[in-house]
């Protein structure tokens, strides 16, 4: 069976070296949807709470929240992070509160101090795809993401992992509203104590 959730983020882009609207900076509303698949697990009758599946994409998808997503070789970027070094702002600020943990992948790097996502390819709904399928692969049993913006939208779907699923860093979830369960084993949630 299967459970889903979206997320929605804002962020400003642009395509650089394409002849049209796009190539101007600009910015979107998007839309993501997770799907996952794995058994029922008991007592909570579910696959995988919702709020479960967007706390663990949040963790890392909200550093492309309210973010400036450009590519590397975007002739913006080197411009950007001089004006944000002289305003100093590039390692961060105060107010900037809202940032998942820094990543690098082959497709994407993370500057959370800087709210600053620098992609390899331009990131077009489908590189978005590409780039949350690579971040979250091992973190959830994903067999479909879509992503919509403005416009455009696209989907692509995964062929599921075994049943039952356990990423390498399963964190045990509540028998009764499944829930992940801290570090001493009690539900945030409810008070349920493994």
């Not at 002849?19 to 101007?24: D, P, R, S």
């Not at 706390?55 to 973010?67: G, P, R, S, T």
């Not at 004006?83 to 702002?89: A, F, S, T």
């Not at 949350?132 to 416009?151: A, E, M």
């Amino acid at each position: 069976m299967r459970s889903f959730t979206t997320l929605d983020l804002q962020y400003a882009h642009r395509f650089y070296g394409f002849k049209g609207e796009a190539q101007y900076l600009h910015g979107h509303t998007g839309t993501l949807t997770i799907e996952v698949e794995d058994t029922i697990e008991s007592g909570v009758n579910m696959v995988y709470p919702c709020n479960e599946i967007k706390k663990i994409a949040w963790e890392v998808l909200q550093n492309f929240d309210h973010a400036l997503v450009l590519r590397e070789d975007d002739p913006l970027l080197p411009a950007i992070l001089k004006v944000y070094e002289e305003q100093g702002i590039r390692n961060g600020a105060p107010t900037n509160k809202q940032k998942g943990p820094a990543f690098k992948t082959a497709l994407a790097t993370a500057y959370p101090e800087c709210r600053l996502v620098v992609t390899k390819e331009t990131m077009t709904v489908e590189g978005m795809i590409k780039i949350v399928y690579d971040l979250l692969k091992d973190k959830l049993n994903i067999v479909k993401l879509t992503f919509t913006s403005g416009v455009n939208g696209a989907t692509e779907t995964y062929e599921p992992k075994a049943a039952a699923y356990k990423p390498a860093n399963d964190i045990p979830r509540c028998p009764l509203c499944g829930i992940a369960l801290n570090e001493k084993g009690i539900c945030p949630k409810c008070g349920y104590k493994k």
